[in-house]
């Protein structure tokens, strides 16, 4: 990227607003995305508001630079990471929480907002920001839109997408455009806002967030219930979501190896943690006495279907341990076994079964070892292969490309998705005809095309790059 | 042996509000929960119930929504709950709330081996309750224990952690012990655990019931007042060395190590 260019960009945001030197890019190189290797950015422009992400955008356009937007950069997809160079658009410092419109149950917030804030200020008056994901603690509310985050609270509230009302976006081609606002309703012709969420930084820099909140419900408890084996653990879910009458608001599974990492990560441990799996459910209520009633119901129909015991956790410093349990698998297999592959694979619930059990025939036939942790309740599976330790890297290369067709293989059987929260970025573009026909593909791609003709934004990701339109930089 | 844990209720919460005009701590609005570091003390003495067949009591002095948090430590295992809850005792200071609940143990003539509390509750962050209650039953008392070594016919052997060194104490019984959250790992209730607690029955006593006087009580038996409470603020000078000055940062830290001497001055 030539001089003019800094210099203009450098004209739009302040001198010291565009970095280039490696110290300071290197880290906009890579996301949390182990399996996918980093990419230098000629440099990273931190912007702090639309008009300038505008700005950038038309000066991208004019000379084709690849764009790579970027929030917290906590993505499990490589979707920040800018594979073709170019700029890296930081929407870090869009940090503002903008406005709490309590009379409309609405929070309005700039893209850098690291989403527990957002929880934080909404319980602070009594409400609740229901899409929260594990990493509710690091990623940004930008971020969890445009990858529409799930979460451990899916089952009952949905994902990230279930709760954005309204967005502002600048376009590929620099325009500002809004939709939505803070009522609930609204079909004015397609939903576009639902066509941003997920995108994946591909049609538009997200400016502005307009978030549904709801009160926030008064009392809850969480069941952790160990299982003797996982089919015992697993088979039960669907179970108790069709008889128990009780509609959880997570139910989390931890298999032994997870457990294990966990607990070594944390140096805490959880009851009877030699047992093959652990469930764990969480309920809500509004007042003590139902939610005893409904942990007692619930319990006791888990004892039924096999659980070895019912551990209840029904105060807030037991249910933040139990919680901070099964969050941090995530982290400890980043610490003790970096080489791995996080998958995301989503399918019908009555289905799980089948698809764990396949997850350890596949690992054993590519001889590479396996953990399963994640979201059953919802049918999302964070699938995840380990590198032993004593596999090469390109025998591993080839094991890790093996598993990943069987297992979407699979998933694609069960009429399942390749990804349930963490999206396809570069990470896994190369596979999703597994799931989709050509037409479908090339229905999103027109869109794609019809958006950002140049084809700045974030270009490398969701599809199989066949543009020569933007220059490699 | 027969183990007595003192348990007090706090708001649950990490944040504790101060009302700026009255100084007393804000608790409307807030649920409320055994004291987070009494469940520990708790551990200990159910980890002793189940080694040494010990008798759990808990007690607590608090307001009547104590009743549940009570039914919680019954749920975990606890073989008795009780709780003195009366407005006479509304406003107690940490030399009332003692009084109080001494007076208690000698006139409901609750039988002890070992006390064990938390080493503060979250709240009041006083931390001294435990050792005035153990004055005025005149027995011994240890502060802060991080672990619990070995318990003998008449005696107990722990660990305490003070600043800057490890103690181990040798103590005959009958003793306080106040414990800091290394002591255990509190356990979760278990489904039937809890079920079983929906039946049981939590003792609750007045003042009349104990034969004590208003005069001796709550805020009036109180010789102390909270006059101003605030939170203090930790700085540190932090430099911070990145990118091309990483290798001085090292160097500096290495330096500091080097000339580090301990806490511990000779």
Known sequence: MNETIIKRLRSIVGYENVKTDYDEVERYSKDETSSVEPSLPSAVVFV?????????????????????????????????????????????????????????????????????????????????????????????????VAENAGGVKVLKYGPTAFHVLGLEVVLPTGEIVNFGGKMMKNVMGYDMIRLFIGSEGTLGIITKIILRLIPKPKYSAVLLTPFKDMETAISCVPKVLCESGILPTSIELMDRFSVEISSKFLNESIPQQDADCHLIFEIESLDRESLTRAYISLGEKLQQLGALEVYIADNRHQKMKIWKFRKAIA????????????????????????????????????????????????????????????????????AIHNCLIELYRVTADLNGTVSGEHGIGVKRKDYLDIFLTQVEIETMRKIKQALDPNNILNADKIFPDTSASVRQI | MKI?????????????????????????????????????????????????????????????????????????????????????????????????????????????????????????????????????????????VS???????????????????????????????????????????????????LSRKVEIYSAKDLGLKADELGLSGSPTRVVKVYNTKLSRNCRIYMGKDLNQGVREVVKLLKNYKGSVQR
């Open chain 2, 4 to 144: 007595l844990v003192l348990a007090k209720q706090v708001p649950d919460t990490d944040k504790v509000k101060i009302d700026p005009v009255t100084g007393t701590m804000i608790r409307e609005g807030l649920d409320v929960v055994i004291n987070p570091l009494d469940l520990h003390a708790l551990e200990l003495a159910l980890c002793l119930k189940e080694s040494h067949q010990a008798l759990v009591t808990v007690l607590s002095m608090g307001p009547m929504s104590t009743e549940t948090v009570l039914r919680d430590t019954l749920a975990l295992g606890a073989d008795r709950a009780i709780l003195l809850t009366d407005s006479a005792f509304a406003g107690s200071d940490t030399w009332a709330t003692s009084y109080t609940l001494s007076e208690a143990v000698k006139r409901l003539n609750i039988d002890y081996d070992l006390v064990i509390c938390g080493e503060k509750a979250t709240d009041g962050e006083t931390g001294q309750v435990g050792v005035e209650f153990a004055i005025l039953l005149n027995i011994p008392v240890i502060t802060y």
């Open chain 1, 331 to 398: 982290e400890g297999i980043i610490a003790f076994r970096p080489k791995h592959c996080m998958e995301d694979v989503s399918v019908p619930i009555k289905t799980i079964p089948k698809l764990i059990r396949s997850t350890y025939d596949i690992a054993r036939k590519n001889h590479v070892e396996v953990l399963n942790f994640g979201h059953v309740g919802d049918g999302n599976v964070h699938v995840t292969f380990l590198k032993p330790e004593t596999m090469s890297d390109e025998l591993w290369k080839k």
């Open chain 1, 48 to 144: 702090t508001n639309a008009q300038q992400v505008s700005e950038v955008l038309k000066v991208a356009n004019q000379h084709k630079i690849p764009v790579t937007p970027r929030g917290a950069g906590t993505g499990l997809s490589g979707g920040a990471i800018p594979t073709k160079g170019g700029i890296v658009l930081s929407l870090e410092r869009m940090n503002h929480i903008l406005e709490l419109d309590l009379e409309n149950m609405v929070v309005v917030v700039e893209p850098g907002v690291i989403t527990d804030e957002i929880q934080k200020l909404a319980e602070e008056h009594g409400f609740f920001y229901a899409g929260d994901p594990a990493s509710s603690e690091s990623s940004s509310i930008g971020g969890n």
């Open chain 2, 147 to 197: 672990k619990f070594i070995s318990l003998h016919d008449d005696s107990i052997v722990v660990e305490r952690t003070t600043e800057d060194a490890y103690e181990r104490w040798k103590i005959k019984l009958p003793a306080l012990i106040s414990v800091l959250r290394s002591v255990s790992e509190p356990r979760l209730a278990t489904l039937s655990g809890k079920k079983q607690a």
